[in-house]
């Protein structure tokens, strides 16, 4: 399997806190990308790092790629309730495909 | 916009018939997905259309066909359902060679039951 793993597989926090979610892929990228799914819908876009990049800001969303290590991580700061969900990882080789994790599931308590 | 849209949303089948999972876009994307959401197993690619007129496999296209109709919607056929293939399924589309890099967008997805 291509899939990429990541960790942890759940996690749960208090309102307020930071939220870190990583990422490891298996083969060479040109981008990597983080998605949401909230229960019972479908994924939605976060955000997407090049390969060229090391880090990214998106609001409260802060992405880092590290392609020596082939890892990726996620974080959330100041979590919300609304913020519990699944979160995905998914790496693009140089197709329109691309390879998903298994997921880690946030849990964010009030 | 409706984005991307899927039909039926439920669907609970017998092991051996058969049923086609509807999918269809209005974002006037080149790129079309079908995915596989199993328990603990993320998402799995079943086939992908890059452009219309083409289909290609994905990591598990085995029991599953496709038909990409024309540049709007991208049907997924079960010929012969089997438990096995219990499982939920998503939509994708993508506007790839845009600038975009490749973000996909999703369907809420169908979920389907074999007996």
């Known amino acids: 399997s291509q899939q990429g793993e990541e960790d942890p597989q759940a996690l749960s926090i208090q309102e307020g806190e930071n939220a870190t979610m990583n990422c490891s892929y298996k083969t060479s990228i040109n981008n990597l990308q983080w998605y949401r799914q909230n229960s019972g819908r479908g994924l939605v876009h976060l955000i997407l790092?090049?390969?060229?990049?090391r880090e990214k800001h998106s609001g409260r969303l802060r992405v880092t790629l590290d392609t020596s290590k082939k890892s990726s991580s996620l974080l959330i700061t100041a979590s919300r309730a609304a913020d519990t969900a699944s979160y995905f990882c998914?790496?693009?080789?140089?197709?329109?495909?691309?390879?998903f994790g298994k997921g880690t599931k946030l849990t964010v308590n009030p | 916009n409706a984005g991307v849209t899927q039909t039926p949303k439920f669907q609970v089948l017998k092991t051996g018939q058969s049923m086609t999972l509807q999918c269809a876009q209005d974002m006037n994307h080149n790129s079309m997905y079908w995915y596989r959401q199993d328990p603990g197993m993320g998402l799995r690619l079943i086939y992908y259309s890059a452009s219309e007129g083409t289909t290609d496999k994905g990591e598990v296209p085995n029991g599953y066909n496709v038909s990409r109709l024309n540049k709007r919607e991208f049907s997924l056929r079960l010929e012969s359902a089997a438990p096995s293939q219990t499982s939920v399924y998503f939509c994708a589309s993508s506007d790839r060679g845009r600038g975009h890099g490749d973000t996909q967008y999703f369907g809420p997805g169908t979920r389907l039951t074999v007996l």
């Open positions: 790092i090049r390969s060229n990049e």
């Open positions: 998914a790496s693009q080789g140089g197709s329109e495909k691309l390879v």
